[in-house]
């Protein structure tokens, strides 16, 4: 399956849902109800910030129907800090989730919105001051459109991707430093060595390089897993089938286990053609651990990353599968 541009967007926009996931619990809380006013549809994980609130964004609602960033504490107090209007000098439709620097500040980045309506890197004070860092312009031959938040590195600068622009329109791999200098660091262009289009962010190792996804290009137009250095340098070191020995069109970040490799999904492709669970190490050797099948007992078609437990287990969320069929928790 080659997914196009547009075909590859609608997508992102239908079904991306990268939600905070609970290892232990056994009863689940309500803590707040969005009413539109205060947010609607949040779709990034919460982060806790060193205050011990939980800040997060919706993509949609608040003062200018355009997303909002949200305070909320553990018994449930929630304090919108900012509303985004989408005007030049401010972003809207905030999909990734916030970071907190080094400096206690927050940074993250919007779809729309900025001086050229193409995205925006934002950084905001516990309180709710935003300063727009950068307005993304795919005319210069930047990325457009961040739907994935930022990784603060090692550096002290922050790593993001762009789902669209580049030199080639197929989205882009950046650096940003606190200023808001910001530096292309690949421009991704869908060819069977490289990947497009990627919607998920970034993860740093030890060895400082980052590891990243993206849903489409390679060698099969299933999707890469790919390393890039601080500088630049970038390396495919998968790109999927989605034959039934694995998956394909991973549109989650990796994440990185306690034993040094990575481990991720994929929502299509695998066995049963509904999604895989897969690790992959620095060298680029790839092991499927599970192929969805949808059943009672099984999920389908997962577009989220996973997390690790105390206990070492990882765990994730399904779009679809499960016992009704809306779903499951593996």
Do not use: W
């Not at 009413?35 to 964004?57: C, H, I, K, R, W």
């Not at 990185?256 to 690790?279: C, I, L, R, S």
Request: proline residues 3%; contains cysteine.
């Amino acid at each position: 399956m080659h997914l196009r541009k547009g075909n590859l967007l609608a997508i992102v926009a239908a079904i991306i849902a990268i939600g905070c996931i609970t290892v232990s619990a056994q009863t689940l809380t309500a803590r707040h109800s969005f009413n539109g006013a205060d947010g609607n549809s949040p779709e990034a994980a919460l982060v806790q910030g060193s205050d011990g609130n939980f800040y997060g964004t919706t993509p949609l609602g608040g003062a200018h129907a355009k997303g909002t960033v949200f305070k909320i504490d553990a018994t449930g107090n929630l304090t919108t800090l900012h509303s985004f209007s989408g005007s030049p000098g401010d972003g809207a439709v905030p999909v990734g989730g916030l970071v907190q620097g080094s400096d206690g500040n927050f940074c993250g980045t919007t779809a729309s919105g900025g001086a050229f309506f193409q995205g925006t890197v934002f950084r905001m004070t516990s309180s709710g001051a935003i300063t727009v860092l950068h307005s993304f312009n795919s005319f210069f031959n930047e990325g457009a459109v961040p739907v994935a938040g930022l990784v603060q590195a090692g550096d002290g600068n922050f790593y993001g991707t762009t789902a669209v622009g580049g030199q080639h329109f197929q989205g882009t791999v950046f650096r940003i430093d606190a200023t808001g200098n910001l530096t292309t660091l690949h421009s991704f262009s869908g060819s069977t060595n490289d990947g497009s289009n990627p919607v998920a962010g970034l993860v740093q190792d030890s060895d400082g390089n980052f590891y990243g996804t993206t849903p489409s290009g390679g060698a099969h137009f299933q999707g890469i897993v790919c390393r890039i250095s601080q500088g630049g340098g970038f390396t495919v070191l998968h790109s999927f089938t989605g034959y039934p020995a694995e998956g394909g069109v991973p549109f989650a970040a990796l994440v990185q286990g306690n034993d040094g490799d990575f481990y991720g999904t994929t929502a299509v492709g695998g066995t049963h053609f509904k999604g895989t669970v897969f690790k992959i190490d620095a060298a680029g050797s790839l092991t499927t651990l599970h192929s969805f099948s949808g059943s009672n007992g099984d999920g389908a078609n997962p577009v989220a990353e996973l997390v690790q437990g105390s206990d070492g287990n990882f765990y994730g969320t399904t779009v679809l599968g499960g016992t009704h069929r809306k779903g499951h928790r593996l």
